[in-house]
């Protein structure tokens, strides 16, 4: 998940500050409610939340915002934040592995106050959101006590979020043949360009899905190693094919784009992994 900036990334273990947050995602900072919400619907300002968590030791180090056609919106609107624990702050390895936990809210009611689990690999800079066994994420509603519900569920979501840790090891001593690894690929293929009824109108292939994008990733048939790959190619687009007008014959190139909205990048990332626990359950 791409929500990291240049002051942000996660090989110089720098936490963000306020003001670079403030630069980033205003919303994180609001104190009151957009006035669609009733007099029930009670603000948790995300500012405050990261700040009790932070005498727990768990820092932002990359946040997002979701755009907004109305501007009157846009002090509340949806927001992610990526929070790393104070003891995981050292550089890593490229090829590493670093336990996160990602926080979403909104006070304009278009997003409940939740925590899950992530990933994120150093190589390139690209994170996944994670399912953990039973566990896809801890809601928090805008009412009562927030701050102390939000700090119990960062740590629930990290207390089972263990196996998400395993996987890089595990994983990667999975070897896949072609076919597995096209089973995934044409998964994922669905996953991204499917509509509802699962119809693919795309001249983009599964097999592009499965080409590294870097040369330290090629050549390796393991699930951890497939499944980054697949990860990555979607989140971050820039696949090219050719579309051929049925009427007219006219050819036009097109190139797929990145994923930029929060939600439907959570979503793909959460099926993405789940579909590499179904792999690694039968490979098992």
Known sequence: MTVYTETARFDTGRALTEDEMFRLAPSIFAQQAHDSRSERFRT???IEILRGLATEGFVPVGVRQSPTRDPGREPFTKHLVRLRHVDAMRNH???GSVMEIL???AND???AYELMAGMYRIVCLNSLVAKTGDLDSIKVRHSGDA???V???TYEVL???ETVMRAPQDWSQMKLDRDEARALADAAHMLRFGDAEGNVDTPITADQLLRPRRQE????DDLWMTFNVLQENLIKGGQGGIRVNAETGQRRRVRTRGIKGIDQDVKLNRALWMLGERMAELKA
């Open 103 to 105: 926080l979403r809210n």
């Open 109 to 111: 009611g278009t997003s």
């Open 147 to 149: 701050m102390n519900k």
């Open 217 to 220: 990733d090629a050549g390796r």
């Open 44 to 46: 948790i300002p995300t």
């Open 93 to 95: 390895a490229v090829g």
């Open 151 to 153: 700090i119990e569920g």
């Open 159 to 161: 207390s089972t979020a």
